[in-house]
């Protein structure tokens, strides 16, 4: 698999995402969950969705479990409460896992393109990769990053034509 687009997902609503309907567009992947101290950061990437939608960019969020138990809801449940709380429009995918045996090819892709500081496994929720219009990595973002700290880097992506 050479970029992004190359993958598929299932979206919470139980149907196939295929990653090329995204093709020439800025993603911003992110593995979330909705008992986190850093859940408000949906907030914050709602903000950088609505923001920057219309100039190519598209926010995916991946429920998972992993990390203290903290998105341990079904789809629905995970889907209605990022709806609620935090009026997440972006496209949410069904929740999967971001490392081991059972990590969805797409995260397996990511941390291989873009490594860690001390390990490339996911560290903890919202991590957050910059994907290029390409559909090749640009960057990867600690779950401390605050979405609004990314804008410059998702703006030079949005202007790479």
């Known amino acids: 698999m050479s970029t992004i687009y190359d993958f598929n997902a299932e979206r919470m609503d139980g149907d196939l995402q295929p990653f090329a309907d995204f093709e ?3 993603l911003l992947i992110v593995n979330t969950a909705s008992k986190c101290g850093f859940t408000p950061q949906f907030e914050g ?3 950088l969705h609505q923001q920057y939608k219309d100039q190519g960019l598209v926010v995916v969020g991946f429920p998972c479990n992993q990390f203290g138990s903290q998105d341990p809801g079904s789809n629905e449940e995970i889907g209605a409460f990022c709806q609620k709380n ?11 896992d ?3 045996k059972e990590a969805h090819p797409i ?3 990511l941390k ?3 490594g860690g500081v001390l390990t490339d496994g996911i560290k903890w929720n919202f991590t957050k990769f910059l994907i290029g219009r390409d559909g090749q990595v640009l960057d990867r973002y600690a779950p401390t990053t605050k979405p609004d700290a990314i804008k410059g880097d998702i703006e030079k992506a949005l202007a790479d034509k």
Do not use: R
Not at 86 to 96: D, E, I, L, N, T
């Open 107 to 109: 995260f397996d892709w």
């Open 45 to 47: 990437l709602e903000a």
């Open 112 to 114: 291989a393109q873009k």
């Open 86 to 96: 935090y009026g997440v429009s972006f496209p949410m995918m069904a929740k999967v």
């Open 98 to 100: 971001v490392n081991g």
């Open 24 to 26: 020439g567009q800025v």
